[in-house]
């Protein structure tokens, strides 16, 4: 089925380790977000990017790297892991024509816990 | 800066029944959308309903349907008929038109009763 895969579902991190949260898209989506969610707060912008080779940051990048080297793909890692990443992290693409906007589709989520 | 404010943590509504989620926001722009997000158990958020800003017309999707209040500010979602499976977390967000940012709220957890 099209849609927006996330890899893995669940991780446990030694603080200090590093790891890349895999997000692939079938659709041809330019745009491609990550997000993490926290008890509470909403979801939280952490890097965006509008195409191939473009990325950006959102609301809370510290800590984290990405890179779009293709429409499909968009990685998401953690430099050294620290227990406030602790979270649940969703990959969010989506179709934009022009300033239109038709709203998201998720991936499933990444549960990360960092010890 | 934009903020999204949704204040009832948790609603329940018995099976059949009609429930409304509020959700209020701020912005200085005229051109923006909102949209409500459904995040069930699985974890997955899946977009319920969509409304641009320069509509006047209340969205509707089945049995979801929006009262948008432009110069109020608010966004609140009608849910009609409400099912066992309508249970989830609701996330009200904005985002402004021509941009890549989203504000999210923090949510209504929503329980339905049999």
């Known amino acids: ?115 | 800066a934009q903020t999204v404010t949704q204040s009832q943590p948790e609603m329940s509504v018995q099976e059949a029944e009609t429930v409304t989620l509020s959700c209020t926001y701020d912005t200085s722009e005229s051109d923006y959308y909102l949209f409500w997000y459904k995040q069930p158990p699985s974890r997955q958020m899946i977009l319920v309903i969509r409304q641009e800003a320069y509509k006047q017309q209340n969205a509707t999707e089945n049995r979801f349907s929006v009262n948008f209040q432009k110069a109020a500010k608010s966004f609140s979602l009608k849910i009609s008929d409400s099912q066992l499976g309508d249970a989830a977390m609701y996330f009200c967000a904005y985002r402004t038109s021509g941009t890549y940012k989203y504000i999210f709220g923090t949510g209504t957890r929503l329980k339905v009763l049999a």
Request: charged share 15%; glycine share 10%; net charge neutral.
């Open chain 1, 1 to 115: 089925n099209a849609g927006v895969t996330q890899t893995p579902k669940f991780q446990v991190l030694k603080t200090g380790q590093s790891m890349t949260l895999q997000c692939a898209q079938d659709m041809n989506h330019e745009y491609m977000s990550w997000y993490r969610q926290d008890p509470g707060m909403g979801l939280r912008l952490i890097h965006y990017s509008v195409g191939a080779g473009i990325t950006d940051q959102g609301e809370v990048p510290n800590g984290y790297n990405v890179s779009r080297s293709t429409t499909e793909d968009f990685p998401l890692r953690l430099l050294s892991a620290a227990p406030s990443q602790t979270s649940v992290y969703f990959c969010a693409s989506s179709y934009d024509v022009a300033t239109t906007h038709y709203g998201y589709t998720f991936g499933s989520g990444t549960r990360l816990t960092v010890v």
